[in-house]
């Protein structure tokens, strides 16, 4: 499974952005999906995820302003991010998990000005 991470860029501060997350084969039976974040000199964080059966957390920092879904028929998933702040400046990665084996998307960049 590839993955192709999409829809970053510049907002400002109270904007909104969709990230995309395209894989090349079916996410249908991923048991575990999420994006992450990294910020220039800090550690990659877990920022939103979701398992089977649809079940989704997010850190503290993000609750109640971002969303993570996903379309099994386009084998896509997002994270609609509302409300952005410049602490949410970071570049943002995809993960899926299939069968055990875990894939990660190249990053998109979101950039959040005050």
């Known amino acids: 499974v590839q993955l192709q991470a999409s829809g970053g860029g510049l907002v400002q501060a109270g904007g909104s952005l969709r990230l995309s997350c395209a894989a090349s084969?079916?996410?249908?039976?991923?048991?575990?999906m999420g994006w992450y974040r990294q910020a220039p000199g800090k550690e990659r964080e877990l920022v939103a995820l979701?398992?089977?059966?649809?079940?989704?957390n997010y850190v503290d920092s993000v609750k109640g302003r971002f969303t993570v879904s996903r379309d099994n028929a386009k084998n896509t998933v997002y994270l609609l991010m509302n409300s952005l702040k410049p602490e949410d400046t970071a570049v943002y990665y995809c993960?899926?998990?299939?069968?055990?084996?875990?894939?990660w998307g190249q990053g998109t960049q979101v950039t959040v000005s005050s």
């Open positions: 979701m398992i089977s059966g649809g079940t989704t």
């Open positions: 084969g079916s996410i249908f039976s991923a048991d575990f």
């Open positions: 993960t899926v998990r299939v069968r055990g084996k875990s894939f």
